[in-house]
């Protein structure tokens, strides 16, 4: 069963929840919404209480209108994230995010290290990094990021004009069996097609105010204090670099793996996931970061995906 939770700003975010046990949350990427995560949290929630949540801007979430750079900013959604968990009456959490979902949880893991137990990113670098990797025709798979990177007005105007053909486009570009999406295809593009102003927000502010806050961070010298579990393609190498390398300097307890499943592994390889997810906890629990489930928790359901 589903429920809107007040995030942050007061702004209402959807989430599913099931299962009992130490909390999981899965925060899901582009173009896509929480649904991505049903093979995972038929697994995972055997034995931990699991949230999977629509980003601000996505899916059945709020999509305020962006009146600054920081209304779709990582930080302001991984404040979303600490709320919904909050709400929900648990403690520390392991935080599981997919591409966008993934940056909001790097996000999250640097503003909110008191929370976060155990991080696990989905095939991405952090945004600092991924800016810097990316050159040449090698980037042309990320000319989105430079289309809804321009100011307000000509993104929002070209991907409305066509807005299921632009979904559409990534959903069979990225995943080596697009059939995966069989059941769920329509409503990623019905979903997005709603939401093109705040998914292009969200988007601009990654070349903006998310940028500066990871520039900040680094120069900072900051870094993640928790097990942090990777999953990611190895797209690094085409672009001569080390994914792992990049990652090890933000997370010093790393745990790095690379798949052949393609961009949208949970759908695609969701045991992958899982044992990725499992062994994080398990790191994060013997560390003593992730404990007991308070008694306040609330009562969990059945998943709505």
Excluded: K, N
């Excluded at 700003?9 to 929840?17: L, P, S």
């Excluded at 993934?102 to 137990?117: C, E, K, N, Q, Y």
């Excluded at 991924?130 to 100011?151: I, N, R, T």
């Excluded at 559409?168 to 093109?196: K, N």
Aim: charged share 20%.
């Amino acid at each position: 069963m589903d429920e809107l939770i007040t995030g942050a700003d007061g702004v209402r975010i959807a989430v599913d929840v099931a299962g009992a046990g130490e909390p999981v949350v899965l925060l899901h990427g582009f173009p896509q919404t929480r649904r991505m995560w049903r093979h995972v949290v038929a697994d995972l929630a055997a034995d931990h209480a699991v949230v999977a949540a629509d980003l601000r801007g996505y899916g059945d979430s709020d999509a305020p209108p962006a009146l600054d750079e920081d209304t779709y900013s990582a930080r302001s959604m991984a404040r979303d994230v600490v709320a919904v968990v909050d709400a929900l009456g648990f403690g520390r959490f392991t935080l599981v995010g997919h591409d966008r979902g993934a940056l909001v949880a790097f996000r999250a893991g640097l503003d909110h290290p008191d929370r976060i137990a155990g991080l696990v990113c989905l095939d991405v670098v952090p945004t600092v990094d991924s800016w810097a990797v990316l050159h040449g025709v090698s980037a042309a798979v990320a000319f989105h990021l430079y289309l809804m990177a321009q100011p307000p007005g000509l993104p929002e105007a070209l991907i409305g004009a066509a807005p299921r053909e632009f979904f559409g486009h990534f959903l069979d570009a990225w995943a080596t069996d697009p059939a995966v999406f069989a059941d769920v295809r329509e409503h990623y593009l019905e979903a997005s097609a709603a939401r093109v102003p705040s998914i292009v927000a969200d988007f601009r502010a990654s070349a903006g105010v998310d940028l500066a806050h990871d520039v900040a961070d680094r120069d900072a010298g900051r870094t993640l204090s928790m097990p942090v579990g990777v999953l990611q393609q190895d797209w690094g190498a085409r672009l001569g670099q080390d994914l792992a390398a990049r990652w090890r300097a933000w997370a010093p307890d790393l745990d790095h793996r690379l798949t052949t499943a393609g961009h949208f592994v949970a759908e695609q390889a969701p045991a992958e996931v899982t044992s990725l997810v499992r062994s994080v906890v398990r790191s994060a629990v013997q560390s003593g970061r992730q404990g007991p489930v308070p008694s306040a928790a609330r009562p969990v359901r059945s998943p709505g995906a």
